[in-house]
C-alpha cells in the first residue's frame, strides 16, 4: 500500500513542474505578443513635447488601434524619423486629403483656422507651412507641443509623416518611471 501512495505522490510533483512551466511558457509568449503587436514602452528623448511630455518620460503607446482606423486631429503619436528611424513623439494636427498651413502662428486647415490646444504657445516658425502644404492619402502634419523647440513636420528633416511611419498611438504616461517625478 505504501508502493502506490508514493507513486502518486511523485506524479503529483511532476504534474505540478509541468503546469508551471507551461503557465511561465504561456506568460512569455503572451508577453512577447503584447510588446511586439500591441503596446510598446517609449522613452522622451528630447524637449518637443514640453509639458504634455518631459525629456525622460516613458509612456505606453498602443501599436493595435491604426490596424483598424487612422489617426485623429490632436492625438499624439509614435513614428519613426525618416533616415534615422529614431521615435519621435508628436500631435497630429493634419489629416490626409486636407491642406495645412501657419498663418501668424495659427493653423489652417483648407483655409479655415482652427483651434489649438489650449495652453500651448502659438508656433512663431512656420516654416514648410509657411505655404499650404497638400496632404495626399496616408499622410499627417505633426508639430510637437513645445512649438519653439520642435523640429517637426514645419522641419525637412522630419517632413510630412506618412502611416508607414507611424508605430502607435500614446495611451498614457507611466508615472512611476519617469525620474522619480
Known amino acids: 500500500m505504501n508502493k502506490g501512495k508514493k507513486k502518486k505522490k511523485t506524479g503529483g510533483i511532476v504534474r505540478a513542474f509541468f ?17 511586439r503587436y500591441a503596446v510598446e514602452r517609449v522613452k522622451v528623448h528630447n524637449h518637443s513635447m514640453e509639458h504634455t511630455l518631459e525629456e525622460g518620460d516613458s ?9 483598424f482606423r487612422d489617426p485623429d486631429r490632436y492625438e499624439i503619436i509614435v513614428f519613426k524619423q525618416k ?11 493634419g489629416l490626409p486629403f486636407e491642406t495645412v498651413q501657419i ?11 482652427i483651434d ?3 495652453g500651448l504657445e502659438a508656433p512663431d516658425y512656420a516654416g514648410l507651412a509657411q505655404s499650404p502644404i ?9 508639430v510637437g507641443d513645445n512649438r519653439e523647440e520642435s523640429i517637426d513636420s514645419r522641419y525637412e528633416e522630419v517632413g510630412i509623416v506618412t502611416s508607414t511611419r507611424i508605430t502607435g498611438r500614446m495611451l498614457f504616461k507611466l508615472g512611476w518611471l519617469n525620474n522619480g517625478r
Open 83 to 93: 533616415g534615422t528611424g529614431e521615435d519621435l513623439i508628436k500631435r497630429v494636427i
Open 116 to 118: 489649438d490646444i489650449k
Open 134 to 142: 497638400h496632404l495626399s492619402v496616408g499622410e499627417y502634419f505633426v
Open 59 to 67: 509612456v505606453i503607446i498602443d501599436k493595435l488601434t491604426y490596424r
Open 103 to 113: 498663418i501668424d502662428g495659427g493653423f489652417y486647415i483648407d483655409g479655415k483656422k
Open 19 to 35: 503546469d508551471t512551466g507551461v503557465f511561465i511558457l504561456a506568460v512569455l509568449v503572451i508577453a512577447f505578443v503584447m510588446s
